[in-house]
């Protein structure tokens, strides 16, 4: 079983649509959680992170852990066709560990 | 700030020629990685160093050697490339933060091709 597991997709949903990104995780050490986004070409850059379990808001973008179930999820409302990208959940135990363990990613597509 | 960047950003090579790859960020960052991401594989971690003077494995470190040369450069050495190797290779550099982790900025990679 991979550390980190997520649904490459390809998701596609129509502008102004909820979506949900997910990924499943089996190392229980891990405390951190991140989810990057990355356009096209580019490389990966930080959207949110979130310590433990929680959510946490910021704009259309609200980020949650459940501890207990291994599960972390993305959810954009009113998305935008800017908000389409690839988007992959990240994940470590923090502290002096440098390591990030990634998702494969999840290609979302935001049609106008 | 430039931040992280990569040269080149485009790469042909042939079965058995070596190339470097070139990092540099001027973040000040303590730690630099490289990554390569294919298709299906998401990104994964080649070699990684947390400070200046060390380098460590990651995940898939075979084919590959890493200089850290000082604080701002990390080159990723290919000394007899394969097709397996045909990638996108990204660098990375982290901050320290008060966040308890370390939050990695990336470059904007180097397609490479290995015919």
């Known amino acids: 079983q991979k550390e980190v597991e997520q649904d490459p997709g390809p998701l596609s949903v129509p502008e102004g649509a909820i979506v949900s990104l997910n990924c499943t995780y089996s190392n229980s050490a891990f405390q951190y959680f991140m989810w990057y986004r990355q356009y096209s070409r580019k490389g990966p850059e930080l959207l949110m992170y979130?310590?433990?379990?929680g959510n946490k808001e910021d704009g259309r973008f609200t980020a949650q852990v459940d501890k207990s179930s291994k599960y972390i999820s993305l959810f954009i409302r009113d998305s935008q066709p800017s908000d389409s990208a690839t988007y992959l959940c990240?994940?470590?135990?923090?502290?002096?560990?440098?390591?990030?363990?990634f998702g494969k990613g999840t290609l979302l597509t935001v049609n106008p | 700030n430039a931040g992280v960047t990569q040269t080149p950003k485009f790469q042909v090579l042939k079965t058995g020629q070596s190339m470097t790859l070139q990092c540099a960020q001027d973040?000040?960052?303590?730690?630099m990685y490289w990554y390569r991401q294919d298709p299906g594989m998401g990104l994964r971690l080649i070699y990684y160093s947390a400070s200046e003077g060390t380098t460590d494995k990651g995940e898939v470190p075979n084919g590959y050697n890493v200089s850290r040369l000082n604080k701002r450069e990390f080159s990723l050495r290919l000394e007899s490339a394969a097709p397996s190797q045909t990638s996108v290779y990204f660098c990375a550099s982290a901050k320290e933060g008060l966040a308890g982790f370390n939050e990695q900025f990336f470059g904007p990679g180097t397609r490479l091709t290995v015919l």
């Open positions: 979130t310590y433990s379990s």
């Open positions: 990240a994940m470590c135990s923090g502290g002096s560990n440098y390591k990030l363990t």
């Open positions: 973040m000040n960052h303590n730690s």
